[in-house]
């Protein structure tokens, strides 16, 4: 329908529309309004018949608006084709960490209502229902913000936290009490609720976070990157004062936790998850409202999702897709829980944002393993509130398969509106200019006079530095070993790790523990208190677990998992450089790939003597209780059993109970199946207990039962 020179003129077109100086006069042409009406024409064929859209919704709304505005302005220049006349077919670690009543699980995620409808169908096989049977489902927004938890004690805010890892978050109920949207007191007690956890979101309005910016801007200060980060970043300020001055709210989705003044679970009394949100409405929260709503079906669910998806950018606040949750309270706890999310809960994703900028040249980097990664250097381009100029192209194999060139106009996304993410290259705009991307052979990082050549294994994607010279894997190394899924050294960042490492202060992973604390009180930006608060955190990161020692030394595939394997299996850490081959694979889920990389790293005198340097310097070698495995419970009524408790307990709490089953042996799981051997039930129990009488293979317990048989155990 288009040539290739008609595209290339409408894709500069745009551009020019788009910015400010090529906005159409408020008095237009004829002609220019025609221009303007082809040029949106052009991109509703992109996008509507081919499906390969070049601009961002974004960006096509902003042409449509402009068309919109002038052809209000003068009607006398609308044309019976115009576009406008069809109808249209979206843990800082400075805080204390505090357990969350319940985990904060993550939701699993859909991006298209096939997704959706499967989600559905899963529910109706898992729980029984007949395909064509209608489940009630709760919608609302997936605010983009920094997650909190609020616990409420005798109706009094008593502390906030961040979501953290999920299970524990970092305490920060002072700057959560400056919100005022968070009450300071909510009257659960009506309602014969004594303590209490909300989940909520912590945003920023997009209008307040522009008037910021321009006040930042007018006071020469850096400019916030984007609402969310800033709401996120202000639940973690050291002043509450100053995070009162981020203009922050707080919308309230979700009870997560509810007991009496017995400590028992009343969160039943709510039939519900509506029922719930309206209680918290009633009592004074911020909640989801006109944006929410009740769908008789998955039909109804889709619908209501893509109408949000088509209207996200008119919200007054960042959402990246919808929240779809089962509406009923039992059929959620029929559904249960995986490790990761609740079963009865689906995130539909919005179309990620997305936006077009040349490719003008990629730079390459050196993992801590030697893995050499290219990286497209974009002109900057604003993508989804931040703005973007360097993405991965993660190796040589997704350069080819992109067929990716030096010049190109390429689409770029934002995945789940986080991840930058070239899409493709704009193949009809290329004019010959363009220049392919050579991967190197030799290592690009290498600053020496010798070179080194790469090295790529048969079953790997990336190419990597076999012998590094130059000392930039080192760094990788360091900065990798400090960080927080290793070593986790508090106030020892990156930046940190270069800054010493520039100085020549520090060149292996020992000397980290052996800096010169006065040199570094000296530093500009330290001073004596900076530098004994780095101290004691290298002082603490000494008594480590060797399971975290292990996996911060950078060994190929060697993670967390085996780490711990391998550490429960030891007395000190240099025990390994005498094991075999047959020692690794010996233990379940140890194969033979990363055993022979540890058997080897091992095996090189060099790293033993790096261990035996840090050993001297404090750091400990030593399998200390953490690393020891849990001894397992193989006797007694509960060793082996699946457990699940079901109705009101009286005389403890459901998860105190759960522990202890947990203890002696049981594992607890969610739903009534033929997998389950016992049933604890308590008052109103309900239709678990009437579906495991049916079975007929479950052990039922009534809770005085359930505490005979732990204290025959225990005696």
Not at 185 to 205: D, Q
Not at 563 to 568: I, P, V
Not at 597 to 610: G, Y
Request: net charge negative.
């Amino acid at each position: 329908m288009y040539t290739r020179d008609e595209q290339r003129a409408f894709f500069e077109l745009s551009k020019k529309y788009l910015s400010q100086d090529g906005a159409i006069a408020a008095t237009p042409t004829a002609q220019q309004m025609e221009g303007l009406r082809r040029l949106i024409i052009y991109h509703e064929w992109r996008y509507y018949i081919l499906n390969d859209p070049v601009v961002s919704d974004f960006e096509y709304d902003q042409l449509y608006k402009q068309l919109e505005k002038l052809e209000e302005a003068h009607p006398e220049l609308v044309t019976p084709d115009s576009p406008t006349q069809r109808v249209s077919a979206d843990l800082n670690s400075e805080f204390p960490e505090v357990a969350h009543l319940t985990p904060m699980l993550s939701l699993a995620n859909s991006y298209n209502e096939e997704d959706l409808f499967d989600f559905d169908g899963q529910i109706k096989r898992l729980l029984g229902f007949a395909e064509d049977a209608d489940i009630e489902y709760a919608v609302e927004p997936k605010f983009d913000g920094g997650s909190i938890a609020l616990v409420y004690e005798g109706d009094r805010l008593v502390r906030a936290a961040t979501r953290g890892n999920g299970v524990m978050g970092e305490e920060m109920t002072a700057n959560a009490r400056v919100i005022r949207s968070i009450p300071l007191k909510a009257n659960f007690s009506e309602y014969g609720i004594f303590r209490v956890e909300l989940r909520g979101e912590v945003l920023i309005r997009k209008d307040i976070f522009k008037k910021m910016n321009i006040q930042r801007a007018e006071q020469g200060l850096t400019l916030f990157a984007n609402p969310r980060n800033t709401a996120a970043g202000g639940l973690r300020i050291k002043d509450p004062k100053e995070a009162a001055q981020r203009g922050m709210e707080a919308f309230v989705y979700t009870l997560g936790y509810a007991v009496d003044q017995n400590g028992n679970n009343v969160l039943n009394r709510f039939a519900t998850h509506w029922e719930s949100l309206d209680l918290l409405d009633k009592l004074g929260f911020k909640v989801p409202a006109v944006e929410r709503k009740i769908c008789k079906n998955i039909k109804e669910v889709v619908d209501f999702c893509h109408e949000w998806q088509e209207k996200r950018d008119t919200y007054p606040y960042e959402i990246d897709g919808m929240v779809v949750k089962i509406n009923s309270r039992e059929i959620q706890e029929r559904s249960g829980y995986t490790a990761h999310h609740p079963r009865w809960a689906i995130a539909f994703k919005f179309r990620a944002k997305q936006a077009t900028s040349k490719l003008i040249h990629v730079e390459y980097q050196v993992g801590k393993i030697g893995s050499i990664t290219p990286v497209a250097k974009l002109e900057p381009v604003q993508l989804a509130g931040v703005t973007v100029s360097s993405v991965s192209l993660h190796n040589e194999d997704f350069i080819k398969s992109k067929d990716l060139r030096l010049g190109d106009t390429v689409l770029v996304e934002r995945a789940g509106d986080v991840i930058p993410y070239i899409v493709k290259p704009m193949e009809e705009l290329r004019d010959g200019s363009e220049q392919p991307i050579e991967f190197p052979r030799y290592c690009p990082i290498n600053d020496t006079k010798t070179p080194v050549a790469l090295v790529r294994e048969e079953d790997e994607a990336a190419w990597r530095c076999p012998t590094c010279v130059c000392g930039a894997q080192d760094l990788q190394r360091i900065i990798f070993h400090v960080s927080k899924d290793a070593m986790d050294i508090e106030g020892m960042g990156k930046s940190i790790i270069e800054r010493f490492f520039d100085l020549g202060w520090i060149r292996t992973i020992a000397d980290v523990y052996n800096l010169d604390y006065e040199q570094i009180a000296d530093l500009e930006g330290f001073g004596k208190k900076s530098a004994e608060n780095l101290r004691k955190n290298i002082e603490k990161a000494k008594q480590n677990p060797i399971q975290r020692l292990l996996h911060s030394l950078s060994i190929h595939h060697l993670g967390k998992k085996v780490s711990k394997l391998l550490a429960a299996e030891i007395q000190h850490v240099l025990d390994l450089k005498n094991w075999t081959l047959e020692d690794f694979t010996h233990i379940k889920d140890v194969g033979p790939i990363v055993a022979e990389n540890v058997m080897l790293w091992f095996q090189n005198e060099k790293n033993i003597a790096l261990l035996e340097e840090m050993e001297a310097l404090g750091v400990n070698l030593k399998q200390t209780d953490e690393d020891r495995p849990k001894a397992r419970v193989t006797e007694g009524p509960f060793a082996g059993k699946t457990i699940l408790f079901t109705g009101t307990l009286q005389k403890m709490g459901r998860k105190e109970a759960q522990e202890k089953a947990e203890s002696l042996g049981a594992k607890n799981i969610s739903a009534v199946s033929s997998n389950l051997n016992i049933l604890v039930v308590g008052e109103a129990a309900g239709s678990k207990l009437k579906k495991a009488q049916e079975l007929g293979t479950v052990q039922i317990l009534t809770e005085d039962e359930f505490l005979q048989l732990i204290d025959g155990a225990a005696s």
